[in-house]
């Protein structure tokens, strides 16, 4: 087992990103390392000791090794990530930024000088690039981040179908059981079964694209055009402002950037003020009321500032919780240090609310994506 160097105590942050780009290591020498793996490795690693190489080596082994066979290539990744010295036969990505990140050290440790405690990880780009606010990107690295949009593989909630179909368990089917003793005249024949089957579950995004949400509005849309590619028909997508626009027809384009196009061109006021509460009433008179919003999961990307009545907006959420199966409220300033709730908007949803995610970066998307596939 490899002795890579103890580690003194450092900023938590950076601690945690060169953990992740571990993970991102093992991924890239072959790995079967996905996005859980490497949340429950940083949790584990949490629960013990991080400035014991030997509680992260076991933490990382257990949680990101699928079988015996991917310990050798483990032991190799986790030399030359930890320590620097790049073992015969490893296949590693040559790292693209170096960082020093210390983590918490202990006074248990067995010796080493401080010398010895320092931890030296080389922390991938796109790792980085996943948890940074969206607000602050400079242009190249939206482009970067648009292409790591390709990444994420959202899977859609589903619900019990009202058809059964056969199945080898279940609820006795009394048709079928009755016509195969019927083709055997009478004769027992074997019980046939039935159980109900599933179907996609609807999935609504209303989007804000008044000036408040500017910096994330196109990133979001990016991120319903995700969802409506992998099932058009049972994905709707509207912006919401002071008007309400339909864009789930511009959004089926295949291509990314195209479809944004066509989005941008359709949607009048862009960058604009903001009525939810009138808004809202107008998408559950029109489409929710009439069947778009009923039993679906309605996700409102939104920070929650209201310009109107924010007791409209909270009468017209209470509407919508009474038609919708999960009512799931972004705001892009949720995961953000000293945040609270104290939004006029925030604060008259919020009883009517299933969950309140944060939306300022590409992790907080996969942990939406995650709650969506969950409902």
């Known amino acids: 087992m490899p002795t890579p160097p103890q580690a003194t105590a450092g900023p938590e942050r950076e601690a945690d990103l060169a953990l992740a780009g571990f993970g991102a ?71 693209q930024s170096s960082v020093q990140a210390p983590l918490a050290g202990n006074d248990g440790d067995d010796g080493g000088t401080d010398a010895d405690r320092t931890l030296t990880v080389s922390a991938s780009t796109a790792e980085v690039l996943r948890h940074r606010d969206i607000a602050g990107l400079s242009t190249k690295d939206r482009a970067d981040l648009a292409r790591l949009f390709g990444t994420l593989r ?22 079928r059981t009755l016509r195969a003793q019927l083709r055997q005249v009478g004769e027992p024949a074997r019980v046939q ?3 109900r089957g599933v179907r996609p579950r609807r999935v609504v995004f209303l989007i804000d694209v008044s000036g408040s949400m500017r910096p994330y509005a196109d990133n979001l849309l990016r991120l319903a055009h995700t969802l409506v590619q992998r099932s058009p028909r049972t994905v709707e997508v509207f912006t919401i402002g002071t008007r309400l626009t339909r864009v789930s027809p511009a959004l089926r384009r295949r291509d990314a950037e195209y479809a944004l ?18 808004v809202l009433k107008v998408f559950l008179d029109r489409w929710g009321q009439r069947g778009t919003a009923r039993r679906a999961v309605v996700v409102v990307c939104s920070d929650g500032w209201e310009r ?30 000293g945040y609270a709730p104290v939004q006029s908007g925030i604060v008259a949803v919020l009883p009517y609310l299933d ?9 907080s998307f996969t942990e939406l994506l995650e709650v969506v596939a969950d409902a």
């Open 25 to 95: 290591a093992l991924r890239q020498a072959g790995l079967a390392v996905t996005a859980d793996r490497v949340h429950l490795f940083l949790r584990a690693v949490a629960a013990l000791d991080p400035g014991r190489t030997a509680d992260v080596y076991w933490a990382g082994r257990a949680a990101l090794c699928s079988g015996p066979d991917d310990t050798a290539r483990y032991d190799e990744v986790f030399a030359a990530w930890f320590t620097g010295d790049r073992p015969r036969g490893a296949v590693l990505r040559t790292p």
């Open 261 to 278: 196009r066509a989005a941008g061109e359709v949607v009048p006021d862009w960058s604009g003020g903001t009525r939810l509460g009138e």
């Open 355 to 363: 969950d309140l995610v944060a939306g300022h970066s590409l992790a």
């Open 308 to 337: 109107g009545d924010a007791s409209l907006l909270g009468q017209q959420l209470r509407r919508l919780a009474t038609l919708a199966y999960r009512v799931i409220w972004l705001n892009p300033h949720r995961g953000k240090p």
């Open 154 to 175: 959202p899977q859609l909630p589903v619900r019990r179908a009202n058809r059964r179909r056969p199945s080898h368990r279940g609820e006795i089917d009394p048709r």
């Open 193 to 195: 079964y039935r159980r």
